[in-house]
């Protein structure tokens, strides 16, 4: 099963109130997102856990620097394309 869900990894560690979670599995995908170690820039949407479908994973993201493979903290988005 492809389906196992991860409620108990990372998660909980608990950066926002049950109330104010909110999904942002649908927010935009065309960020600009700047490197903070090698300076580069690129478009797409920094990996983020959804808090509200914590279980759900979308390989588009960008859990690393797309030029010098730089852990997502180093990862900025510096302006929202619309
Ligand atoms: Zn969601
Ligand atoms: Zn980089």
Do not use: W
């Not at 869900?5 to 608990?14: D, E, V």
């Not at 950066?15 to 104010?20: E, L, M, N, Q, S």
């Not at 509200?52 to 979308?58: L, N, R």
């Amino acid at each position: 099963m492809e389906f196992q869900k991860q409620y108990n990894s990372n998660y909980n560690l608990g950066t926002a109130p049950d109330r104010v979670k909110f999904c942002i599995c649908e927010r935009s995908r065309e960020n600009v997102i700047v490197c903070s170690r090698c300076k580069q820039s690129f478009v797409g949407r920094i990996s983020q856990r959804c808090p509200k479908h914590p279980e759900v994973t979308f390989l588009m993201d960008a859990r690393q620097c797309a030029f010098c493979g730089a852990h997502a903290n180093f990862l900025q988005v510096s302006e929202t394309k619309r």
